[in-house]
DNA sequence: CTGGTTTTGACAATCATTATCAATTAGCTA
DNA sequence: TAGCTAATTGATAATGATTGTCAAAACCAG
């Protein structure tokens, strides 16, 4: 059975007071920064294991390491996010849905799934970058 | 200024003879199979190249590799991939244009770009997996 | 409490990718 | 064509993220 442990608290906790996506690498530092003994190995397990209840969202960052939010929609949905600060919005997108459904049966693919984020500069980091 | 040399024409050769995406460590044994003495490092700087030349596309695999492909299509597009054997199909999706900018500038974002890619299992896989 | 099972964490192992840097080579020039 | 020189190569080391190992510690049902 699956045992509550106060470190895979801790990481569930880290995780809701960060705001944008964050690796298990980060994570770690940060639990550490804040006095806690957890071990590194124990951060990608909760993670992971959060991960794939679904309580949290993961995504590859373009440089390939693996990200981790807790989002606050249940449900599936997808992410813009800020590639300067890293602030992220949810968003659902029913059409994507529809179109990514539709897309795989056209071509005879089943068991689909599909990997659909938008990065772009949010409107602070805009006008930050139009001032310097 | 730019050299040709016969390990960058034989990535291209390689990838253009690949069907689906490839990682560099794969299309490296690739050649070494096929009697090329090219270095590992060779490869991927040339496939690096490729890429930020627009003549190869490039993605990150749900577990984190980097993975390249010459694509027919010279516009922007994306990809069905088969998640067992790797056939890919290159797709259009407008409607998933639209939206994308749409979500974006409705949140204030700027400079958008997005990553869209469809995970399944082709038609052939879906079959062989039906029977085992 | 206690025992059996799960989880942890220090550390080693793995894997992809990048950095080094001496030796090689493409492509220009005379 | 021979020589020059900067770009390129490749063996290898280094890096960095992630996973495997396994004895010790922690949960929790009874
Ligand atoms: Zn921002
Ligand atoms: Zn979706
Ligand atoms: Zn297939
Ligand atoms: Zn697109």
Redesign the pocket.
């Known amino acids: 059975?699956?045992?509550?442990?106060?470190?895979?608290e801790a990481v569930r906790e880290a995780l809701d007071g960060t705001e944008g996506f964050i690796?298990?690498?980060a994570l770690h530092s940060a639990l550490h920064a804040s006095g806690s003994?957890?071990?590194?190995?124990?951060v990608?397990?909760?993670l992971?294991d959060l991960a794939s209840t679904g309580e949290a969202d993961s995504l590859q960052s373009p440089?390939?390491?693996?990200l981790y939010r807790a989002c606050s929609t249940t449900g599936h949905h997808h992410h813009l996010i800020c590639r300067n600060c890293g602030l992220t919005v949810e968003i659902s997108a029913e059409p994507v849905e529809e179109w990514a459904k539709g897309v795989a049966a056209e071509h005879g693919f089943t068991q689909a799934a599909h990997v659909v984020d938008v990065f772009g500069l949010c409107a602070a980091c805009t006008k930050l970058q139009a001032g310097a």
Request: glycine letters at 12%; zero cysteines; charged letters at 25%.
């Open positions: 059975m699956k045992r509550n442990t106060w470190q895979r690796s298990a690498q003994p957890i071990g590194l190995a124990t990608y397990r909760a992971g440089d390939g390491e693996a």
